[in-house]
């Protein structure tokens, strides 16, 4: 099955700078890439995803990156804010075995004043 | 996105009772929804699909017999821990894919604690 590992486990930034989050995953046939934001006690909201026929998409300050042949992709906010803190998860699935999104263990942001 | 609630947003009960957990999706008809647990700094783990008008799927480790899934229409799943324990504590999230066919939306989930 999918295996999905997540890099860093957690990010300090300061407000203003970039943050970036990788991923890497194992199954070639995955083909759909979400991200999740889940502020402590909430629910996770999806807030980019990326499919396989697409290098790249961006979202005001937020991208998100896929690199096919190595496997992995990354999410990538520019000009952080103190909004941004939270804990970011990646996933993985196939389009066509609906459902079943592998996430990756989560990374935790800290943006600061 | 869908719009998807969950009932109760936080439940305390005793060891060896059963809770029961409500998921509606309140925008769309779901044909599938999913059952997924959290524990405290953890990332999400799927327990279960729920196929509305058919038995859940499980994932691999998840008891069929202690989570009860029933989804017995498109708008509504229900999660139900059966003779709940301590480490049964977890923060339980459901999700409804979206109308593209893949994507997940989940809802606010419900922190359980037994004591």
């Known amino acids: 099955g999918e295996n999905v590992e997540q890099h860093p486990s957690t990010l300090s930034v300061q407000e203003g700078d970039s943050a970036v989050i990788k991923c890497t995953y194992s199954?070639?046939?995955?083909?759909?890439f979400p991200w999740y934001k889940q502020e402590l006690g909430k629910r996770p909201q999806l807030i980019i995803d990326i499919r396989s026929n697409v290098g790249e998409k961006k979202d005001q300050r937020i991208a998100v990156t896929l690199n096919k042949t190595a496997k992995h992709f990354s999410l990538h906010i520019t000009e952080t804010q103190p909004e941004d803190s939270a804990v970011y998860f990646c996933a993985a699935t196939q389009t066509d075995s609906w459902g079943k999104l592998q996430f990756g263990a989560g990374t935790q942001v800290v943006v600061t004043p | 996105g869908a719009v998807v609630s969950q009932h109760p947003s936080r439940v305390i009960c005793k060891s060896g009772t059963s809770v029961k957990i409500e998921c509606r999706s309140l925008?769309?008809?779901?044909?599938?929804m999913f059952w997924y647990r959290q524990f405290p700094k953890k990332s999400l783990m799927l327990m279960a699909t729920s196929n509305e008008g058919s038995k859940a799927t499980y994932e691999q480790g998840v008891e069929k017999d202690k989570f009860l899934i029933n989804h017995a229409s498109l708008t509504l799943s229900t999660l139900t821990v059966t003779s709940a324990h301590p480490e049964d504590s977890s923060f339980y999230i459901c999700s409804v894919g979206g109308r593209g066919g893949y994507e997940q939306y989940f809802g606010p989930g419900t922190r359980l604690t037994v004591t």
């Open positions: 925008d769309f008809q779901a044909t599938t």
């Open positions: 199954d070639s046939a995955s083909n759909y």
